[in-house]
């Protein structure tokens, strides 16, 4: 019967050390590339959604972050999908809550283009002309090539793109965005 030398298991055991500390940090690096795609898809399915609703129902949908029955500006938060009658960006007891979405981006945060309005509205024809946006997903690692815009444009389609360009510059329509 043959075992191992000492010599040969301190070889073993730092060969094993030099490969693992090589595959750690790619494991974490494709983890929060995940979660960002996660975030990503889950605000931009919640607005396919709140749009298709409008559609469908022919009226006016709100989607925001709510907080104690009002819409504020971190997108973060669980969204709220709800007709808004009265224009107050608050839930009122007359106003219909149609679904929401718990937004579960422990990796990194969202910054949005348009701060001065913290919902998104979609009109009876889905249209989206006076929140029209960007929003930047930026990961908490600050890896840029990590971060992802979703675009919802004045016709209320929407799309996700790259942060970066393809010569590594952020694009041009996201000037006032930017992730540290």
């Given at each position: 019967?043959?075992?191992?030398?000492?010599?040969?298991?301190?070889?073993?055991?730092?060969?094993?050390?030099?490969?693992?500390s090589?595959?750690?940090?790619?494991?974490?690096?494709?983890?929060?590339?995940y979660?960002?795609?996660?975030?990503?898809?889950?605000?931009a399915n919640?607005f396919?959604?709140?749009?298709?609703?409008a559609?469908?129902?022919?009226?006016?949908?709100?989607a925001c972050?709510?907080?104690?029955?009002?819409?504020h500006?971190?997108?973060?938060?669980?969204?709220?999908v709800?007709t808004d009658?009265?224009?107050n960006?608050t839930i009122?007891?007359?106003?219909?809550?149609?679904?929401?979405?718990?937004m579960?981006?422990?990796?990194g945060?969202?910054q949005?283009?348009?701060?001065n309005?913290?919902y998104?509205?979609?009109?009876?024809?889905?249209?989206?002309?006076?929140?029209?946006?960007?929003?930047?997903?930026c990961?908490?690692s600050?890896?840029?090539?990590?971060?992802?815009?979703?675009?919802v444009?004045?016709?209320?389609r929407?799309?996700?793109n790259?942060y970066?360009?393809?010569?590594?510059?952020?694009f041009?329509?996201?000037a006032?965005?930017?992730c540290?």
């Amino acid at each position: 019967m043959k075992g191992l030398t000492i010599i040969e298991l301190m070889t073993s055991v730092a060969i094993l050390s030099i490969l693992l500390s090589t595959a750690v940090p790619s494991v974490g690096y494709i983890i929060e590339r995940y979660e960002a795609y996660i975030a990503v898809s889950t605000l931009a399915n919640t607005f396919r959604r709140s749009r298709k609703l409008a559609l469908q129902l022919q009226i006016e949908m709100t989607a925001c972050p709510i907080k104690n029955n009002q819409c504020h500006n971190e997108w973060g938060s669980p969204i709220t999908v709800f007709t808004d009658i009265n224009n107050n960006q608050t839930i009122d007891p007359d106003e219909s809550i149609f679904f929401s979405t718990e937004m579960k981006n422990t990796s990194g945060y969202w910054q949005k283009k348009r701060l001065n309005s913290p919902y998104m509205k979609f009109n009876p024809l889905g249209h989206a002309f006076s929140t029209a946006t960007t929003f930047l997903y930026c990961t908490y690692s600050s890896k840029p090539m990590l971060a992802k815009q979703l675009v919802v444009n004045f016709q209320g389609r929407i799309r996700v793109n790259h942060y970066l360009s393809g010569n590594g510059n952020p694009f041009a329509s996201l000037a006032p965005l930017t992730c540290n």
